[in-house]
């Protein structure tokens, strides 16, 4: 996909229209703007992202939210398989195995 593709995708949503759901980049970024508003409104208070991030991911609610769905969605546990098969494979490409 090139950046016009992206662009019109945006702008699409952007002024009411649909966008195809197995996009899977678009549906990455929308999930982090989500996210990314989360943690904000909730420790706005902190300084930048990373201190941000760890707050929310100690937060107990978020834990037991966590849990919950590890719990009780698959697609949920899947993600979260994915992502960290994803992890291993970029940790093994960074050092050279």
Not at 46 to 74: T, Y
Request: hydrophobic share 45%; charged share 20%; aromatic share 14%.
């Amino acid at each position: 996909m090139n950046v016009e593709e992206i662009i019109e995708k945006w702008y699409t949503l952007a002024s009411g229209g649909d966008i195809e759901r197995g996009d899977i980049f678009f549906r990455f970024v929308a999930v982090w703007v989500a996210f990314n508003a989360l943690y904000t409104s909730l420790y706005g208070d902190e300084v930048g992202d990373f201190n941000q991030i760890r707050s929310f991911a100690g937060n107990p609610k978020a834990i037991d939210w966590h849990r919950e769905l590890v719990r009780c969605d698959s697609d949920y546990m899947r993600a979260i398989i994915a992502n960290c098969f994803a992890c291993v494979i970029m940790s093994a490409s960074a050092h050279g195995s």
